[in-house]
């Protein structure tokens, strides 16, 4: 966690512009501009709603916030600092700090592992590294997502979609992160779900003092978390929109 004022920006994008080609193929007319000069700030502390029609580059601009994929043109900045692409070991530190999870948990965990493998695989990646070596409260991370212990032996597969959504929560707070990029997180679940894992979302960001991108096609969810709303347009940001009530509605 970072002594910043609240107002700093945690993540950031300076003008950054990406392109892919369609297929793989190299000639010119097949390529999609996925971003297009995008520049934002994401703020300490604040929840971030990304909204925008499919194809809009919301999950691309994800994927290039959390350092897993470059931009081809401008900078994307954390904690302040232009991020050091060329600089892999400085790389492996940042993704840690920044966590990406995706709309598909089945997809994200290995069927076969039980929670507790799915849980120590980023902690040993993590704590190789870190020194001194920490052992994982896992009580008070399950108890953080609000799942019961009794899933640790459970093979993944034999999880809710609940339980897994939780499940993928908890892998993704193991590495201590400062930001949380929620790519359509919650889509596939139904509607109850959806607003009780938000409610959780909201609680670990309390908490934890986490910052969090929330990309999500639910405009009442948006409404529900976020503090502001950029809607995204053919990879620009064309509208900003703040929470009615974020300045005087709070109730901390
Ligand atoms: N790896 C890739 N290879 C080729 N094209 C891609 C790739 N990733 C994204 N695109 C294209 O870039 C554009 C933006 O895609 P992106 O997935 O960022 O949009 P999105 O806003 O997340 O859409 P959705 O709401 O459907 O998830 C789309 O035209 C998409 O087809
Ligand atoms: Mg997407």
Known sequence: MSGGPADRAVLSAANISMRYRRGGKLSGSEQIQALDGMSLEVRSGEILALVGPSGSGKSTLARCLAFLERPDSGEVGF???????????????????????????????????????????PQQA???????????????????????????????????????????????????????????????????LQAKLANLVLGLVESRGLTCVLITHNSALAEQLADRSLVLSQGRVVDERSAPDASTGGTS
Do not use: N, Y
């Not at 991020?83 to 994200?108: C, I, N, T």
């Not at 993928?168 to 790519?183: G, H, I, N, Q, S």
């Open 126 to 192: 993590w704590q190789q590294r870190a020194s001194p070596q920490r052992a994982l409260d896992w009580a008070q991370l399950l108890a953080e997502v609000e799942l019961d212990p009794k899933v640790l032996p459970m093979r993944a597969r034999s999880l809710s979609g609940g339980q897994l959504q939780r499940l993928v929560l908890a892998r993704a707070l193991v590495t201590e992160p400062d930001a949380l990029l929620l790519d359509e997180t919650f889509s596939g679940l139904d509607l109850s």
């Open 79 to 121: 904690q302040g600092e232009a991020v050091p692409w060329e600089d892999v070991l400085a790389m492996r530190g940042l993704r840690r700090r920044v966590q990406l999870v995706f709309q598909d948990p089945a997809r994200a965990v290995s069927p076969r592992f039980t929670t507790e493998q799915v849980l120590r695989e």
